[in-house]
């Protein structure tokens, strides 16, 4: 009987095309001439769409087409119509009710379908490129060959011949007029999808099935049509009063974007339907009032207070404040009658430093909350175009998103795509198609959309959060829009880009636009949609009326996790926290962090720093530094404080000391001694190798402290210089976020720092930098000398009631120095921290003492042994262990114990670097209020210098004796500087 090509390739057919292709590759020899011809013909992408069909989700099972067939080439069917034999190598007869066409008809049917194969498949890796995303049309849509049918051998003659699919696109046959018609529809119309990259095929089919089987659009009804607009007219709305009512004013308007608010409530919504509880937010200052409002439900009469200037902050706390599109603020929201709790992270105007931070905060309420499965929490992120793609704290923050120490889930990303910068045209400001393109690194679906088309907008934030929810992973929405107003709304945008504010300008708004084509749809009338606007707006008037006896009342930070703890400003000094531990506790801790696994095998040198750490325990004497670490951390353990420490090598330690995590040298089992001191009855500590990054690490965890103040958070920078590429997170919150933001961290940051001639970057861990943003008690700097310090000071954070970030120039060389050990009993009952210690060795009378001098840190131990060797009796050393908050009380009565001594400050840091110009001042204010006889504070150390250490050792060993000497014993009148040794 008579057929066509097409019907001869059945499914079944088509898979057998496909492995008798799997034989050619093995050897070409197996299979017929003619096919082996064919098959060599082929270009890549033909042979990778025989791949695709042989390893497709409709395939037949494991045991193969070819036993589907049996080796005469006849499929089995169960009825002998249907059967169709294939002619190739080694067929058996034809059985009656078969047909059997020729290889040529066959391999002409192969072609025909691999060609319609290879168009779709590229559709769905380049449709995107011709997609309607913008929303201006200053672009255009540019045509792309690859996705010309011509390109592919189909002339204008075969636009309406059938060609075999095998429900490829939901369709057994299909013409090819029908095909582009579903490809353009799906992957080239106001939503392009970028999802070929993945290489896990359960994730690409996933994608793949939910927009091809709705063809990439959703059918809203009539109640969420009316949502989405309602969400228009107030976002819209609020941006325009503003501009009218505070003209001129900067306020970072989402105009333009508006259609970024439906897509949030879409978020939380089909969110909340799936399990989410919270969700932490982050973004930047543009839109930020406006999601505050919409989203965030702030009152507008606050809003509009803080436009007048009132305060969003209770006056009497007398903090700072900041901006008003800096503000965070947190809501509970109700959708489908499921309640989620919004928390909205505060952001200075450095771009996308808020993304490590958002996620910290969320993996710690997973945590809190025990969402193993990390489908309760979540993080959603807001990002400008230009930021995405030029901030290099957005590839540091994607890189965590998979790791073991820092997976939040997956965040959802959404990109306002302006389409510039501050007035930087794309092709000026990066060098790829996309501003998402950098998501890529991590297989990121990436979903582009025009944003003046909401319910497409709405459509893939739906589809954005399934993936979430269903693989775990980031997924990333680019919302292409515009910016109506300048980088703010007093700046002039045609300065610098003409055209595209000349079309703006006569650019109908996103509401307009989606209010006509509602009425155009009968959804409801002109008339409707103009009474929405006018009741809002009414509705501000109102708002705007009340903001003008608005005062902020309440400040909610210490509500929560935080109940419990205060607001703390001066009087630090006054404060003796209760850091101390019984005895039989630390016993307990030591002897478990000093006992090593059963059946595990440990390595011979850990074994001997167990043994010697046992000795200590059982002696009480000579505790090293690790140990008296681990000791603070298993007391907090044991006392329910859960203990989380991130860093570059953590687990072992930079300088090989800590070992927190053993590995067996057979398996790489992995052990952690802290975790196993009461098992199953202490809190958890997590000790995770951080990616080799330092401000999204640092931001993580400082997120981190935001959430949870019960749990001891530390970062570790592997040498203390590291920081560096955390300053921007250092500065706009460590230290300020408590002043600006109303929000305490008690992180730690531990910065190994110390000179020991390893050359000018691993010296210094820039003290002075924290020095110098000391104020309003925002956080402690530590210098500690002994491990007893550091064990009360590690554990004052969380035993105190209140919380501070914690700077600690932690050692290097001190780890293993033989004066640096401390007594159990330093660590026991009635012990704590000492902001400043006295001197320790038996000399002259107090009234003898001819010099004091004051130190912080690794160069005590220098001076101490000098000062043994020479065997001086009448200069003190007095070593200041908290730079800040200044320890005023603790050294006027050090001072005033030496009425006749000249004071001097050693450091080992050049004079411009390190403590000196920070204490200095300070020092000279003590002396003149003590009346003491001499009047004045010498400084002795490295002479002001541009970089922090020289690069040669034999310089670092004669700087380092000259301070030493002229410390103890130099006249201080005939002073001599390194400056005028001709060798410096």
């Known amino acids: 009987m008579a057929q066509t090509a097409d019907t001869f390739l059945s499914g079944a057919n088509a898979l057998y095309v496909a492995e008798l292709y799997a034989r050619y590759t093995e050897s070409p020899s197996q299979v017929e001439p003619s096919w082996a011809k064919y098959f060599g013909s082929m270009d890549d992408e033909e042979r990778e769409i025989l791949i695709d069909l042989r390893g497709a989700s409709w395939a037949p099972s494991s045991s193969g087409v070819v036993g589907k067939f049996g080796h005469g080439g006849m499929m089995e069917v169960d009825s002998p119509s249907d059967a169709v034999a294939v002619e190739g190598p080694n067929l058996g007869h034809v059985t009656a009710g078969t047909v059997r066409p020729s290889a040529d008809v066959i391999r002409a049917a192969t072609k025909d379908t691999i060609r319609a194969l290879m168009l779709i498949r590229t559709y769905r890796v380049r449709g995107h490129l011709i997609a309607n995303f913008d929303p201006l049309g200053l672009e255009g849509r540019k045509q792309h060959p690859e996705l010309d049918y011509r390109t592919y051998g189909f002339s204008d003659a075969d636009i309406d011949r059938p060609i075999f699919i095998d429900n490829v696109l939901g369709l057994e046959t299909a013409t090819l007029r029908e095909i582009l018609q579903i490809l353009k529809t799906t992957y080239c119309g106001s939503i392009g999808v970028e999802f070929m990259h993945i290489q896990e095929p359960d994730e690409k089919a996933w994608i793949q099935r939910r927009i091809e089987g709705i063809r990439n659009q959703t059918d809203f009804t009539i109640k969420g049509k009316r949502a989405i607009l309602e969400r228009l007219v107030e976002s819209e709305g609020f941006e325009k009063y503003l501009d009218v009512k505070f003209k001129g004013t900067k306020r970072f308007g ?450 981190h402290s935001l959430s949870d103040p019960h749990c001891l958070t530390i970062w570790e920078a592997q040498f203390g210089d590291f920081a560096n590429g955390a300053q921007v997170i250092i500065d706009q919150f460590v230290s300020s976020g408590e002043t600006k933001w109303l929000r305490m961290s008690g992180l730690v940051m531990l910065l190994p720092h110390g000179y020991e001639g390893q050359g000018p970057e691993h010296s210094s861990a820039r003290l002075e930098r924290y020095l110098q943003s000391c104020a309003e008690d925002n956080w402690q700097v530590v210098n500690v000398t002994t491990p007893a310090q550091f064990f009360h000071v590690m554990r004052r954070q969380l035993r105190r009631n209140l919380r501070k970030p914690l700077i600690v120039m932690s050692p290097k060389s001190l780890l293993r120095h033989k004066l640096v050990v401390s007594n159990l009993g330093e660590m026991g009952p009635g012990t704590c921290f000492h902001r400043v210690l006295p001197e320790h060795d038996r000399l002259v009378l107090d009234k003898k003492i001819r010099r004091v001098v004051l130190c912080s840190g690794k160069v005590y131990y220098d001076l101490l042994e000098e000062r043994r060797r020479r065997e001086i009796k009448d200069v003190a050393i007095v070593r200041v262990e908290q730079l800040y908050p200044f320890p005023w009380q603790g050294l006027m009565q050090q001072l005033g114990r030496y009425p006749n001594a000249e004071v001097i400050w050693c450091q080992e840091e050049p004079a411009n670097m390190g403590a000196w110009t920070f204490v200095a001042q300070r020092l000279e204010t003590i002396v003149r209020d003590l009346n003491n006889k001499i009047l004045t504070v010498n400084y002795v150390g490295r002479r002001g210098a541009a970089s922090p250490a020289t690069g040669l050792n034999r310089h670092h060993v004669e700087q380092q004796k000259w301070i030493v000497d002229q410390a103890l014993e130099g006249d201080m009148n005939k002073l001599v500087q390194p400056h005028q040794r001709p060798h410096y």
Not at 346 to 375: F, M, T, W, Y
Not at 503 to 513: D, F, G
Not at 533 to 547: M, P, T
Not at 598 to 611: M, S, V
Request: aromatic share 8%; proline share 4%; charged share 25%.
């Open 254 to 703: 989402l105009d333009g974007g508006e259609s970024v608010v439906p897509a949030i409530e879409q978020i939380l919504k089909r969110g909340g339907q799936m399990g989410v509880k919270s969700v932490v937010l982050g973004m930047a200052h543009r839109g930020r009032l406006n999601v505050l409002a919409s989203v965030m439900r702030k009152p507008y009469m606050a809003i509009f207070a803080e436009f007048l200037g009132v305060s969003a902050i209770p006056e009497e706390l007398e903090i700072s404040g900041d901006v008003k599109y800096h503000l965070g603020a947190s809501a509970d929201r109700v959708f489908d009658e499921q309640s989620i709790h919004l928390s909205l992270t505060a952001n200075p105007s450095h771009l996308e430093c808020v993304n490590p931070v958002v996620l910290g905060k969320v993996r710690a309420k997973q945590r809190q909350i025990g969402d193993e499965k990390r489908e309760q929490v979540m993080g959603l992120l807001l990002h400008g175009d230009a930021a995405f793609a030029g901030q290099g704290l957005v590839p540091e923050t994607l890189d965590m998103s998979q790791l073991r120490g820092y997976q939040t889930g997956g965040t959802i990303h959404i990109i306002i795509n302006n389409q510039i910068g501050f007035t930087t045209h794309p092709s000026y400001s990066r060098s790829s198609p996309y501003p998402s393109d950098v998501a890529k690194m991590i297989q990121a679906p990436i979903f582009h959309v025009n944003g003046d088309d909401p319910e497409a907008v709405v459509h893939i934030a739906r589809i954005a959060m399934e993936f979430r929810q269903e693989f775990h992973k980031d997924v990333i929405i680019d919302m292409f829009c515009y910016r109506r107003h300048g980088h703010n709304e007093g700046d002039e945008p045609m300065f610098t880009n003409p055209i595209m504010y000349k079309t703006i300008a006569t650019h109908p708004t996103t509401r307009e636009i989606y209010a006509r084509k509602l009425n155009e749809q009968g959804v409801l009338t002109e008339v409707e949609s103009d009474k929405m606007v006018a009741a809002f707006s009414a509705h501000l008037d109102k708002e705007r009326a009340l903001a003008e006896g608005y005062k902020a009342n309440k400040a909610d930070w210490l509500e929560g996790q935080w109940a419990g703890l205060f607001y703390l400003q001066g009087a630090e000094e006054m404060r003796e926290d209760d850091t101390s531990c019984d005895m039989e506790l630390l016993r307990e801790v030591g002897f478990a962090i000093s006992e090593p696994p059963a059946l595990f095998h440990t390595n011979t040198k850990i074994l001997r720093q167990f043994a010697a750490k046992r000795t200590m325990i059982e002696s009480q004497e000579g505790v090293d530094w690790a140990t008296a670490e681990a000791l603070a951390y298993g007391t907090l353990l044991v006392q329910g404080h859960g203990v989380r420490l991130s860093g570059q090598d953590s687990g072992r330690g930079t300088f090989s000391h800590r070992h927190s995590v053993l590995v067996d040298q057979e398996t790489e089992e992995r052990y952690i001694p802290l975790n196993n001191i009461r098992p199953g009855d202490q809190a958890h500590y997590e000790v995770i190798d951080s990616p080799l990054s330092e401000a999204g690490v640092l931001g993580f965890e400082y997120g």
